[in-house]
């Protein structure tokens, strides 16, 4: 029996797709059985992002309408033989499919794989509802902003509704240059006002734009800091404990997380 | 004439209240108030009805007989049970004082952005109150953490409510009527914990342990 991971945010743009492409594909190249969920009915991404927008011929909405089977409706990647895709549809919109609908296709692909990402869309409507559904665990995905800061912690609020309790946070595209100077967020304040567990922080990285518009997620680059902070992330949904990135000689800074959350 | 038992109409200082026949129906009711109000449709102009007793009326029907006389005659309704039951009501909603021992609402979670705590009484949050979050008391608000979202103590008019709160830094803050709000420019990170009061009409912000 596997496990259903939301991956959401409330803000747009924040790096959802991104960040479930990476996740997904970083699962399956540690050989786990993944599918990755397209909940962003009516603007579809995540197929793009993975490359694999050509291969669509159904959706998850043919199959929740019983237009097709399944197994029919889901894409084998081109790299791995352990990852899926389920891809949303293009022409329809958010009430194509309800949250009952959701969760008995989520219970379904739990019995198939191992791990089961949702691409949540972006605001707190149907949508968003529909993608958390089914879901046994939550990946919070902010930038820091105020503003995304502030989307994140309602998402927070509405996720505990649902009895969707301890969200991980991940916090994308961070640019250590600026938080030295001031001029960004501090990861520290971010986690004093989202008072969640922290899954990982991403750097802000050109290799992300490039593996986007090239449909390699950028986990697969042993180069890039984003790729591997990706990784980490993976490990760390997996159970192993790895060490935050030291992110551009941030001596101290590190460590001075973990020690927030007593992990040594 | 043996009509004119069903209404009757009766004047005062307020303005005129009329009795309908216990032992009549409706129908006739109506129509026989019709009547008598054409009969004297002048006189009936603009004259304040304070009160209809005798048969007692579905709230449709009074509906419909108040619109007859408002629109037909021109006669401004001025029901004085009413007014006086809204009085009643106004009377038991009273300023909670309750701020030195009352009603106490504990809270242990941290208040998100969209969350409202709403409370008839005092409410103490352990946890934070994030920006966009809020909290309203009756009376006092103590958060043991962070308060960074809007906090109004006090709503049914104590003035004597109190915030506090170990990180006192509110975007909004209101204690009975008085709203203050945090200030556009400078970011005021408090070294201790603080105490929002109201002092000579003015909302005050004070440390309340000293030498710290």
Known sequence: MGEVIVVTSGKGGVGKTTTTANIGTGLALEGKKVVVVDADIGLRNLDVVMGLENRIVYDVVDVVDGVCRLRQALIKDKRYSGLFLLPAAQTKDKNAVNPKQMQTLCNELKEMFDYVLVDCPAGIEQGFKNAIAGADKAIVIATPEISAVRDADRIIGLLEAAELRDPLLVINRVRIDMVKRGDMMNIEDMIDILAIDLLGVVPDDEAIVISTNKGEPAVVDNVSMAGKAYRNITKRILGEEIQFLELDGQEGFMSRLRKLFGMK | ?212
Not at chain 2, 1 to 16: D, H, L, N, R
Not at chain 2, 57 to 77: A, C, N, Q, R, T
Not at chain 2, 121 to 131: A, K, L, Q, R, W
């Open chain 2, 1 to 212: 004439m043996y009509e004119e038992k069903f209404v009757a109409f009766k004047g005062s200082k307020e303005g005129i209240s009329i009795y309908l026949n216990r032992n009549s129906d409706y129908a006739n009711l109506k129509k026989q108030l019709i009547k008598k109000l054409e009969s004297a449709k002048q006189f009936f102009e603009g004259a304040k009805v304070i009160s209809i007793q005798g048969k007692v009326l579905s709230d449709e029907e009074k509906e419909e007989i108040k619109e007859i006389m408002y629109s037909k005659f021109g006669m401004v309704i001025v029901e004085k049970n009413e007014e006086i039951q809204r009085k009643e009501i106004q009377v038991t909603k009273e300023i909670f004082e309750g701020i030195e021992e009352g009603n106490t609402k504990f809270i242990r979670a941290t208040i998100r952005s969209g969350q409202r705590i709403q409370f008839e009484g005092n409410i103490i949050i352990i946890g934070d109150v994030n920006p966009g979050a809020q909290v309203m008391a009756e009376g006092n608000i103590l958060v043991m953490g962070a308060l960074r979202g809007f906090a109004h103590a006090g709503t049914s008019g104590n003035e004597r409510a109190f915030v506090a709160a170990f990180s006192l830094q509110p975007t909004l803050l209101r204690i009975g009527d008085m709203i203050a709000r945090s200030p556009d420019n400078e970011t005021i990170k408090p070294m201790g914990p603080e105490i929002a009061i109201i002092k000579n009409s003015v909302v005050i912000i004070e440390p309340y342990l000293p030498n710290k």
